[in-house]
């Protein structure tokens, strides 16, 4: 293990002054410093490994060039920031990276001045940076800002949108292309094989010059010849050179360059950095560099938990993931109009095994959560059953599209919602707590969530074999209890008898409440459909004095407002006393850390239980 007072170049770097003192030819021991502290950090935190360690020497560089204390460096889903978070002054403290009250994995502006822009989810960069100087050009403020951007999120639309307005109004934005070949899944599409092309003609711009000179010495007609090749130059370019991408954009392309080339970095990003126009800077990288079980499997390094630093084993899990897509895969063996969608997160949503068995019915369509929710409503439409597999955090980006094309043509496309409730270390940006609220408000939407694996794998047979319009299964990053399943999938579960006060629980926190009312003389329910609810059931439980819901999602419009709006309806007077996560922040830290903030811990809701008791005889 490498700890910080081991680190004789890095403990000195409290500010990006201090790394711009640094003598260059120091830089490389700096690098290896750097790489050798990320390995040991993250093998005991967990977090993004092999992206950062494919831009050490280009986040070097750019901490060399530009200066953070006015510049601005905004960064990109933010999973390549620990680099910088370290040449920040936060190196010190890097052990505590993603543990309550630490260092955050993505960057936050609260942390520290040199975090310009939050971010968490990917194609942003561009956008931001933009907003930042458009409001510098109104108040006055000189300065540079650069958009850190790798080529997995190029496959999101939102990045091409701010693209076309930077060139349109010829900003003077320098964007750094971090091209790794690699988002989180392997890149798919037509931005992956530009950006390959782009790789293979490095030597297009040197044979250029060489032949131009050329041409130039012959006698008499040697500038006509120079000339007319220049037409014929940018004639050709459309075939050969494929970083007219950018420049019909509007942009100056610079590149390819070597991304672990500290000198050839800060010579490119000198010139761009005197440009008064739109810049893209190609850098080609590794992701996982230095690290030999990163550089061989750099989707495993991803996003990773806790690691044998030496070896790079880590401990396998199964979880609702797995379970997830062991019983899709099982349902694509008997019925052949199953297909599965994801936006770059096979191995995160568990359909690595899909896309192995049944390659010709999966599709990957990258970082486009939009498309993807509306490429499934046209195969529903077309008569396919799609599954589109994805995190509860990224499935708001598609809402408009879950609106528009899904829900008001009541299209059966099946939503496994991943990382559903709160997700623990990855903090604020990935918490999966607002899919409830509002696919509540959609129309024809079914909501389910299962509280076991034999729930979770009964909810999706349902969704695939018998519903017929828009349904979302939401489960929980982890594992569900394995616990038998009575009654059907739209009927509540009563898991303890009617009484005067009892318990609504969803999803994960039904096992919570089981615990917490084990000796309690409450009535005890299992909503494992959210919506439609069990009209039967609450037609019973408007007879109680209280009714306590439970879920992991915001209480504002979530699960336990529309059951009070239902006793509400049936003119009850029943009081309805819901348990949630409270419509604040709710940052890093354990995901039992989290439910003790929100008052969801066995003890907390035993708690709120006897409280609703004790209210009966006041």
């Not at 907003?131 to 496959?155: F, H, P």
């Not at 306590?548 to 999602?553: F, L, S, Y």
């Amino acid at each position: 293990m490498t700890e910080y007072s081991e680190l004789r170049l890095l403990k000195g770097i409290r500010s990006p002054e201090d790394l711009r003192r640094l003598p260059k030819e120091e830089l490389p021991e700096l690098a290896d410093e750097i790489r050798r502290y990320l390995v040991s950090t993250v093998s005991r935190t967990g977090g993004h490994l092999a992206s950062n360690l494919g831009v050490v020497e280009m986040t070097i560089a750019l901490h060399r060039v530009f200066d953070l204390d006015t510049d601005r460096l905004i960064f990109d889903v933010g999973h390549q920031s620990y680099v910088h978070k370290l040449l920040t002054g936060r190196a010190e403290n890097f052990s505590t990276l993603r543990r309550r009250g630490g260092i955050a994995g993505f960057p936050k502006t609260q942390e520290s001045v040199y975090d310009a822009f939050n971010t968490g989810h990917s194609s942003t960069s561009i956008s931001a940076a933009i907003g930042i100087m458009r409001a510098d050009a109104i108040k006055g403020v000189d300065r540079r800002v650069i958009a850190l951007i790798g080529d997995g999120a190029l496959t999101g639309g939102m990045a091409y949108e701010a693209l076309d307005d930077v060139g349109q109004q010829k900003l003077p934005l320098i964007v750094v292309l971090n091209d790794n070949e690699m988002s989180i899944s392997d890149n798919v599409g037509g931005m992956s094989r530009h950006l390959a092309k782009m790789r293979s003609a490095r030597g297009y711009r040197s044979f250029k010059r060489r032949f131009s000179k050329l041409l130039k010495h012959i006698p008499l007609i040697g500038g006509w010849l120079s000339d007319r090749f220049e037409g014929l130059k940018n004639r050709i370019k459309y075939f050969i050179l494929p970083n007219v991408l950018f420049e019909e954009l509007g942009f100056t392309y610079l590149g390819p360059i070597n991304g672990h080339d500290i000198d050839s970095m800060t010579e490119v990003l000198e010139h761009a950095k005197q440009m008064d126009k739109p810049v893209v800077i190609h850098a080609i990288t590794k992701k996982g560099k230095g690290y030999a079980p990163a550089e061989k499997d750099p989707e495993k390094f991803h996003g990773i938990g806790r690691f044998d630093a030496e070896t790079g084993e880590t401990k396998k899990t199964f979880g609702n993931s797995s379970v997830f897509s062991d019983e899709l895969c099982r349902l694509a063996e008997r019925d052949k109009d199953v297909v599965a969608i994801t936006a770059a997160m096979a191995s995160g949503t568990g359909l690595d095994s899909f896309r192995e068995r049944f390659p010709d019915r999966f599709f990957d369509v990258g970082i486009a959560e939009q498309h993807a929710v509306t490429m499934a409503a046209g195969m529903a439409i077309a008569g396919v059953k799609p599954v589109f597999c994805v995190y509860s955090s990224f499935l708001q980006r598609g809402f408009d599209q879950l609106v528009h094309d899904v829900c008001l043509q009541g299209l059966k496309v099946v939503f496994g919602v991943d990382r559903a409730g709160l997700v623990g270390a990855d903090g604020e940006t990935h918490h999966g707590i607002y899919d409830i609220s509002y696919l509540m408000t959609l129309p024809n939407m079914k909501i389910l969530s299962p509280s076991s694996t034999a729930e979770l794998r009964a909810c999706l047979d349902w969704a695939v074999l018998e519903n017929d319009s828009p349904c979302a299964i939401r489960y929980n990053r982890g594992v569900l209890p394995e616990r038998e399943m009575t009654g059907d999938v739209l009927s509540w579960e009563c898991i303890k008898p009617f009484r005067s006060v009892c318990v609504i629980a969803t999803g994960r926190m039904v096992d919570t409440a089981i615990r917490a009312c084990a000796d309690l003389n409450v009535g005890l329910y299992n909503a494992r459909s959210i919506r439609p609810m069990d009209e039967a059931a609450l037609e019973k439980l408007s007879h109680a004095h209280y009714v306590i819901t439970v879920e992991d999602g915001v209480v504002n419009d979530g699960f336990g407002s529309q059951v009070a709006a239902y006793m509400s309806g049936l003119g009850s007077g029943t009081k309805v006393v819901s348990a949630g996560v409270p419509n604040t922040v709710i940052e890093q830290g354990t995901v039992d850390e989290q439910d003790c903030d929100c008052g969801l811990t066995e003890a907390q809701l035993k708690e709120t239980v006897m409280s609703c008791m004790g209210g009966i005889y006041v």
